[in-house]
């Protein structure tokens, strides 16, 4: 059976990632009272206690709204990594490399980015890391993609001592405050994109960084794995569920199963956390219709016979359903650099 | 409010003043042969010149200006009072004084006239001086509360007009070195100090046509008019060595802070001349 976490289960420790927005908060004189509205967290964070999901994503959504800047989203994520999260922190900092970096970032998401679920993939010359909702927060989601990426991109500054030549790509359009992911991500940005990801050159993940030891790496991240892990939330078990099912056409009964709860519960759950279970599962299909088309340069047949769907036709019209783009314009964009991920160029001129 | 009845209190006696002038001088007319249509006009007029000049003094900061207007009003409200006594008590055609009293009025009209020349002299200077300012920048416009410069925002606006003007525009854009080091090592307050002392050293460098923004983050945006690009350049290389001959302290530390630049000569679209202007600081 597998694990996970529901939204309004107690699990993230007060004194992490919560404390941290709470903090920020304070400093720039937001009163408790406005932070904490409506998260049931009336006390404020006792040290030792638990916060669930989703009364850490109304204290994030408080936070923001209090303070109203189109910087907040990005100052909270230079505070987040590496985190006070013990071994699995440590981990992180004594990463001899950006493969080992990212690897155990994926390892320990549940610890270390609860709401949001880093997944890396490479292939050829390209290494590419994609966010996906871990607790389902629709409304938050952008802000939540720009702290996180921050955090990962202000990490690899640290760590490695140089700015990595990262590419971005949003599953948004282009926003208004552009400028801060100009300067707080880089340059190379492109909006309209099916995925929240940030690309680099594959070359970047084995170069050796300053002050780096496979020992200490080794012993940090043995630590980290004794601990005993942290249960993902619902949206990012599915997910990986998913993703591992896709060629069996999962259906919701059998998911249920599988996750150890009846289908009226299983819906309920993923209705908590704004979402269900076809939305999930589009949104699996579309990511790995995409990955053959860019990796293994797939036809919609080839696409459409990995999927299990009839005949290229039905997969076709339901890939417009997903993204609302038929996969002539993304393949044709495949050839330009970033093409996959891209919009056609008229809907992408904004970037 | 202290002032105010003061005001009141000099001119209420002004004008009971003229009335023991007149009753001492003259004979009281009897009732039956006041005109009163001549007596509610000139007396109406009186009274409505001491509000005016109540008005004045209360609304406006002393000096020259206010203190013609209101002078030209009071005279205006007294030679309306002489002229308004006058039907009222009979005073000898040979008495001198009442031709005098009634002469305030003319008169009050002349010196309103000399207050409103020198007022207008007045709203000109200073709207040319808000213009200046508005042109100039400086914290007339606090956007970003930690620097109190313009954002990005009103910098795309300014970039916008510019792309209309015919002589030439420099941009340059300012990034300090290693600054997210400042943040995990000193915590973001001392970044927020580091920001505003920057923001500082670089206005205190400027022409007082440039305009100075904080971009995002610890990217400052500098807008040149009128000069070139290479002359641009070599302003931003000037600003940078000031910046670096500064000493900011964190705690006791010293920190060293330098600036690196990129400059452009503004024109085209703002978005693709920043996001282009972007990409070179962050090759640099």
Known sequence: MIAWQGATEASIPARLQPALALEYGRSHDVPDAALLRETGLTGGLAADSLVSPSQYLQLLSNTLRALDSPDTSFMLGQLMLPGHDGAASHALVQAPNL???????????????????????????????????????????????????????????????????????FNRGAPRHVEQHQVHLGAELRFGCQLDAMLVDAAWLDRPWPRASEMASR???????????????????????????????????????????????????????????????????????????????????????????????????????????????????IDGELGWLSSPPGAAAGA | MNLVIRHLTVLVGLLLGFALVFVGGGTAIPLSEW???????????????????MIVLCSRPDGRVTRLL????????????????????????????????EALLPLGMLILTAGMVYWRHEQANLSEHLRKRERLFRSHRPFDRITQLADAAYLREQLRRERRNEQPCALVLFDIDDFHRINREHGQAEGDRALQAVAHMLLLNLRNDDLLCRYAGERFAVLMPGLTQQQGDDAARHLCRMVSSMRHHAGSRRVPVTLRHGCASAGGAPDALLAALCRQMDAA
């Open chain 1, 99 to 169: 493969r080992v970096l990212l690897e155990s970032l994926c390892r320990f998401h549940a610890r270390l980015t609860p709401l949001l679920r880093p997944r890396l993939e490479t292939w050829g010359d390209v290494a590419l890391l994609y966010w996906v909702d871990a607790q389902g927060a629709p409304s938050l989601r952008p802000a939540l993609v720009e702290m996180h990426m921050t955090a990962l991109v202000a990490l690899c500054r640290w760590l490695g001592g140089a700015r990595l030549p990262w590419r971005f790509c």
């Open chain 1, 219 to 333: 012993l940090a991240l043995q630590a980290a794995d004794a601990e005993p892990p942290r249960t993902p939330g619902l949206p990012a078990a599915l997910y990986d569920y998913l993703l591992e099912h896709v060629r069996e056409s999962p259906t919701l009964e059998r998911s249920a199963s599988d996750f150890g709860v009846s289908p009226a519960t299983f819906k309920r759950q993923l209705l908590r956390h704004h979402t269900h279970f076809q939305g999930e599962l589009d949104q699996v299909r579309t990511h790995v219709a995409l990955w053959l088309f860019q990796v293994r340069r797939a036809d919609n047949e080839e696409v459409a016979r990995h999927l299990g769907f009839h005949d290229a036709a039905n997969f076709r019209r339901s890939f417009k359903r997903w993204t609302g783009l038929t996969p002539g314009p993304i393949r044709a964009a």
């Open chain 2, 35 to 53: 005109d009163g249509m001549d007596i509610v006009s000139e007396g109406g007029t009186a009274l409505l010149a001491a509000i005016w000049c």
């Open chain 2, 70 to 101: 209101a002078g030209g009003l009071a005279c205006i409200m007294l030679g309306s009072w002489a002229d308004c006594l006058d039907e009222v008590f009979d005073i000898g055609k040979v008495a001198l004084w009442d031709n005098v009293l």
